[in-house]
T-cell receptor, first 113, second 118 residues
Framework: KAGVTQTPRYLIKTRGQQVTLSCSPI?????VSWYQQTPGQGLQFLFE???????NKGNFPGRFSGRQFSNSRSEMNVSTLELGDSALYLC????????????FGPGTRLTVT | AQKITQTQPGMFVQEKEAVTLDCTYD???????LFWYKQPSSGEMIFLIY??????QNATEGRYSLNFQKARKSANLVISASQLGDSAMYFC???????????????FGKGTHLIIQP
């Protein structure tokens, strides 16, 4: 069974640009969560999608958005990039919203210059 | 106040020794889940073990066990017979309102960098 995949793995963008990251969950999993990891703030919850609906959202500005498609694949978008958005973005999938086992992908490392 | 506190930024342990990684948490929700993840230098988060707030017994998964002391709000990870491959960052995390269907995302601690020495 294939694990969670995230594309791209590495990305370099310039301040002010926007970026879209993609996450494909494990087959059969319907819940996808996104996390941001930085050296200063650690791991922080961005949002969670379940059956194409955003169920929960962390404390991030509106520049951070996401969506989930009918095949459970999810994308997150960051608009008007700032230097502080440089981070490892991790996606996690679980079978359903109540499943305690969240399986993480390898992450996308975003560098904003 | 921090919801998850890991007081050990780094630890050096001799191979084959047992390791205890500390984690305390803060919540007023009676229903929650506690997790430990391992993050090697590659960056991927690896699920190790889970403990539900209503579970009566401490969770165990192979060489990993979770020492759950609910009254103290403590959820320490114990790794028995450490191996060189155990060197990594270890994160304690909590998910509140777990069984109610309205679970929030995971709240992580700052992590402990564990180095196993030969």
């Amino acid at each position: 069974k294939a694990g969670v995949t995230q594309t791209p793995r590495y990305l370099i963008k310039t301040r002010g640009q926007q970026v879209t990251l993609s996450c494909s969950p494990i087959s059969g999993h319907r819940s996808v969560s996104w996390y941001q990891q930085t050296p200063g703030q650690g791991l922080q919850f961005l949002f969670e999608y379940f059956s194409e609906t955003q169920r929960n959202k962390g404390n991030f500005p509106g520049r951070f958005s996401g969506r989930q498609f009918s095949n459970s694949r999810s994308e997150m978008n960051v608009s008007t990039l700032e230097l502080g958005d440089s981070a490892l973005y991790l996606c996690a999938s679980s079978r359903d919203g109540d499943s305690y086992e969240q399986y993480f992908g390898p992450g996308t490392r975003l560098t904003v210059t | 106040a921090q919801k998850i506190t890991q007081t050990q930024p780094g630890m050096f342990v001799q191979e084959k020794e047992a390791v205890t990684l500390d984690c305390t948490y803060d919540t007023s929700d009676p229903s929650y889940g506690l997790f430990w993840y391992k993050q090697p230098s590659s960056g991927e988060m690896i699920f190790l073990i889970y403990q539900g707030s209503y579970d009566q017994q401490n969770a165990t998964e192979g060489r990993y066990s979770l020492n759950f002391q609910k009254a103290r709000k403590s959820a320490n990870l114990v790794i028995s017979a450490s191996q060189l491959g155990d060197s990594a960052m270890y994160f304690c995390a909590m998910r509140e309102d777990y069984s109610g269907g309205g679970a929030d995302g995971l709240t992580f601690g700052k992590g402990t960098h564990l180095i196993i020495q030969p």
